[in-house]
């Protein structure tokens, strides 16, 4: 049996997912086996497991960070926004049905089997489980019908850490408000709580500790600071999506899509000295970036008509007119084409033309696909022929079938005319050989030479997530942690 302890926040964006992975990569290092745990996630990024199941990527990363493969029973709720009041419902890595907001809050107590058999396969093979939230415990229209915050932790008899975000303002109100508003057997599982994001010296917040722990009789376990770690993020209201500055040499514009999904592809351009990586949000903010990416989408028509009405379309246009390299993916990759039909409602319904700017059509069918894949560019042209015979490994996760009278691009599919590329896979711009002939290419463009070394993605994650294990270490009282671990909710 499993010890479990569980990691909520005081809102969205707290900073559960990386205090989580923190401790998943801390017990890791102390020798336990432990593994992530969310029973219900909402979030367009996601990630397919070996087996081909579809998970919330914050769950794989935290996986990654515990040295384990990520497993669908990690996850087994996952929700995919389709419009401001419906999603795709996932469950055990495979796709329910659509539901509006409504409907799947009045059943989704039904899941708890789900969730508690996914629960249990973890339980059996684990040392400790990480568990995370889900937006806040709080929610008090929401609460009766909870499998996520509180309904969980006393579902699985887990003890809680509650974190609050002081960069954005209000921690008192947040963790304090937090407390007050829990009932007493819920407040009773909140074991400590955790001053995160914090700016400057510490020894400006002790009265704050001890306030803290004076109103809320909880103990702060840690005021951890803001951190500077390069660690995919799934969240909506990810930092990375606020970029808009060109800080680099290199420009990379990726185009901010109203249902922008899988926006962790492009990470990996942030280990490159020189290469700045900007979502655009409107047309005029494009500029004359080095590149253009047309990233994932949850919903490829309505982001089509977007493109079209926003006057984006016609401005990527003008750029691919003027030699700038165009990279679509998955949903971007089918707004390339000429034509993109959903005739059974798979994403909404309806048809709409595409960009027309390769000889392919999309029809969406009943079925997603979802697999692992790897394999090697085709020998390709264009202003990033450089890619030719470059090997990648990725994941394909969408709807749709795609029929190209184009070039292929890669040795399983694509497309590519000129030098505009498209392609399903999703990471498969992680390949050491991929991202460092990109770049090279980016720069000597540039008429600059990129003398760096290709760099381990592998690697280079690994070392991120040391560098967040050890400042948590740093920051919080991990003997108090593992107290709190061994004694569970007493």
Not at 19 to 33: E, M, N, T, V
Not at 140 to 169: E, F, Q, T, W, Y
Not at 241 to 260: F, H, M, N, Q, Y
Not at 444 to 467: P, T
Request: hydrophobic share 40%; with cysteine; proline share 3%.
């Amino acid at each position: 049996m499993a010890k479990a302890i569980m990691i909520q926040g005081t809102m969205s964006n707290a900073g559960k997912s990386l205090i989580a992975a923190a401790l998943c990569r801390i017990f890791k290092q102390d020798g336990y086996s432990c593994t992530p745990f969310k029973s219900q996630n909402m979030a367009l990024n996601s990630f397919v497991t070996a087996d081909g199941k579809e998970i919330g990527r914050a769950q794989a990363m935290q996986a990654e960070a515990a040295g384990i493969e990520p497993d669908v029973n990690m996850n087994p709720i996952l929700l995919k926004p389709t419009s401001n009041v419906g999603s795709q419902v996932i469950v055990g890595g495979e796709v329910r049905s659509d539901m509006r907001a409504f409907e799947y809050f009045r059943h989704k107590k039904e899941l708890i089997p789900e969730i508690m058999k996914a629960y249990s396969a973890l339980d059996k093979r684990y040392d400790i489980i990480v568990i995370e939230g889900a937006g806040s415990p709080c929610e008090l229209n929401l609460k009766s019908d909870d499998i996520v915050n509180m309904g969980l932790a006393k579902l699985v008899k887990a003890p809680v850490l509650l974190v609050g975000d002081i960069d954005r303002g209000g921690v008192f109100p947040q963790l304090l408000g937090t407390l007050m508003l829990l009932e007493e057997d819920e407040r009773s599982l909140v074991k400590g709580l955790i001053v995160n994001k914090f700016r400057g010296d510490k020894r400006l917040f002790d009265d704050g500790v001890r306030i803290l722990y004076e109103r809320g009789q909880k103990p702060v376990i840690g005021v951890v600071p803001y951190i500077d770690v390069d660690i995919e993020s799934e969240d909506s209201l990810s930092e990375r999506l606020e970029k808009t500055d060109i800080s680099g040499v290199i420009d990379i514009a990726v185009i901010r899509l109203p249902k922008i999904s899988n926006f962790t592809d492009f990470d990996v351009f942030n280990q490159y000295d020189g290469v700045s990586v900007r979502f655009v949000g409107k047309c005029q903010e494009l500029g004359q970036p080095d590149l253009m990416i047309l990233p994932g989408t949850k919903s490829t028509v309505s982001d089509m008509k977007w493109l079209i009405e926003s006057g984006f379309e016609a401005a990527i246009k003008k750029q691919v007119s003027n030699g700038v390299p165009l990279f679509g993916i998955c949903g971007g990759f089918q707004m390339l084409g000429e034509k993109i039909s959903d005739p059974l409602g798979a994403e909404g319904g309806g048809s709409i033309r595409g960009m027309g700017l390769l000889k392919c059509e999309t029809v969406f069918g009943a079925q997603k696909k979802r697999c692992r894949t790897q394999g090697e560019f085709c020998e390709i042209g264009g202003a990033l022929k450089a890619l030719s015979g470059k090997n990648f490994g990725g994941y394909e996760i969408h709807m749709g079938e795609t029929k190209s009278e184009a070039p292929r691009l890669l040795s399983c599919g694509g497309a590519w005319e000129g030098s505009v590329y498209g392609c399903y896979i999703h990471g498969i711009f992680d390949s050491d050989e991929v991202s460092s002939a990109l770049v090279s290419t980016l720069f000597e463009r540039k008429n600059i030479s990129y003398k760096e070394k290709a760099l381990d993605r592998k690697a280079y994650k690994q070392a991120q997530y040391d560098k967040l294990a050890e400042e948590v270490r740093k920051n919080i009282d991990m003997e108090l942690v593992y107290k709190i671990v061994k004694e569970g909710i007493g």
